[in-house]
């Protein structure tokens, strides 16, 4: 499976930002799919993940509940949307996608989010 990340950008805390994970191949409902982020000089860490139907959602326990996770299997497409934006929150988004092994073999490219203070 193919991952496009988009809808990253710069924005001021407190806004929001929604951001889309498009994926091309094979049958998108195969997978679960998740999000991470790397933030300069940091590891890269978990954001959120959906499972395959969309029934269940975890979430990392530092975004407070700012964040959704959400996916469109029609549209093949998984979604973050990100509220409240903090300052802490800037990285590049990365979407993944982990088939039944569990493990996030897939990655998409990359968006970059930006919050200024």
């Known amino acids: 499976v193919q991952l496009q990340a988009s809808g990253g950008g710069l924005v001021r805390a407190g806004d929001s930002l929604r951001l889309s994970c498009s994926a091309s191949g094979r049958t998108f409902t195969s997978y679960t799919m998740g999000w991470f982020r790397q933030a300069p000089g940091k590891e890269r860490e978990f954001v959120a993940a959906?499972?395959?139907?969309?029934?269940?959602?975890y979430y990392s326990d530092s975004l407070e509940g700012r964040f959704t996770i959400s996916r469109d299997n029609a549209k093949n497409t998984a979604y973050l949307q990100m509220n409240n934006l903090k300052p802490e929150d800037t990285a590049v988004y990365y979407c993944?996608?982990?088939?039944?092994?569990?493990?996030?073999?897939?990655w998409g490219q990359g968006t970059q989010v930006t919050v200024s203070s």
């Open positions: 993944a996608a982990a088939p039944n092994t569990g493990n996030y073999d897939y």
């Open positions: 959906i499972s395959r139907h969309g029934i269940n959602k």
